[in-house]
């Protein structure tokens, strides 16, 4: 036999098994350090039911110099920001999704008349989605099918004259080359910027909620304390 499967290949298995020990021991070192007790006011938050871990992962900060408490201006600016996480996050969770809906060797384009999105590739066209509810290609294009989608409201005219003119006469054969290339070639980067941010502004939305709810749950927990230190002073 003149080959062996690149999958189990002892250099493959080597390369794999170090990557799986360096993720570990980050994994390891990541975990210790968020179970880590806190150096400043331990006790304060365990007594508040607060886990170690939950503060450092989200990098919350509540001063305890006095019984901690969100003033309205707080409470306004967390509004906003919470609101824009969320419209972040739904804006880029949506460009993700419409970027994932495109397959390979395929671009997506617009109709500036109609404003409508579609996907095409080298004669073919479709709707943007992940399963389209419409397909053209020069076959449907030569027959009275291509207008049943738009009798059946599918598409517009325009984009299906478009469409078909596209496919069967070639006239920007270079030009829909050129937009699936560069498509290709920047999906990647796009869906990894796209996830990032999403993840990025996830972990904001957090963050704000957790700093909410901890300073509510240390001040309910600082009040109790006091109350029983004074009841046994009396």
């Known amino acids: 036999m003149q080959t062996t499967s690149?999958?189990?290949?002892?250099d493959t298995i080597t390369s794999t098994i170090s990557i799986l020990t360096f993720v570990?021991?980050?994994l390891k070192f990541l975990v210790g350090y968020l179970k880590k007790p806190l150096d400043k006011d331990n006790e304060i938050y365990k007594n508040a039911d607060i886990k170690p871990w939950a503060i450092r992962l989200f990098?919350?900060?509540i001063t305890l110099k006095s019984t901690?408490?969100?003033s309205k201006i707080e409470y306004a600016i967390f509004s906003m920001a919470l609101f824009f996480c969320i419209a972040g996050t739904s804006l880029t969770t949506y460009f993700n999704i419409k970027i994932l809906q495109v397959p390979h060797d395929w671009t997506a384009l617009t109709l500036k008349s109609t404003k409508e999105s579609f996907l095409m590739t080298d004669g073919k066209a479709s709707e943007h989605a992940f399963k389209p509810t419409?397909?053209?290609?020069n076959e449907l294009c030569s027959t009275t099918q291509s207008l049943n989608l738009v009798d059946n409201n599918k598409?517009?005219?325009p984009l299906k004259n478009y469409i078909c003119n596209e496919i069967t006469t070639n006239e920007n054969h270079e030009a829909l080359n050129k937009s699936i290339k560069e498509f290709?070639?920047?999906k990647p980067f796009l869906l990894i910027m796209l996830s990032a941010l999403t993840i990025l502004m996830s972990w904001f939305f957090v963050s704000i909620v957790l700093t909410i709810i901890y300073t509510k749950r240390l001040a309910e927990s600082i009040k109790k304390d006091h109350k029983k230190a004074s009841s046994y002073i009396e």
């Open 134 to 137: 419409w397909v053209l290609n």
């Open 24 to 26: 570990g021991i980050i």
């Open 59 to 61: 990098s919350i900060k």
């Open 6 to 10: 690149a999958i189990f290949d002892k």
């Open 184 to 186: 290709s070639r920047s």
């Open 155 to 157: 598409i517009s005219l």
């Open 68 to 70: 901690p408490k969100i």
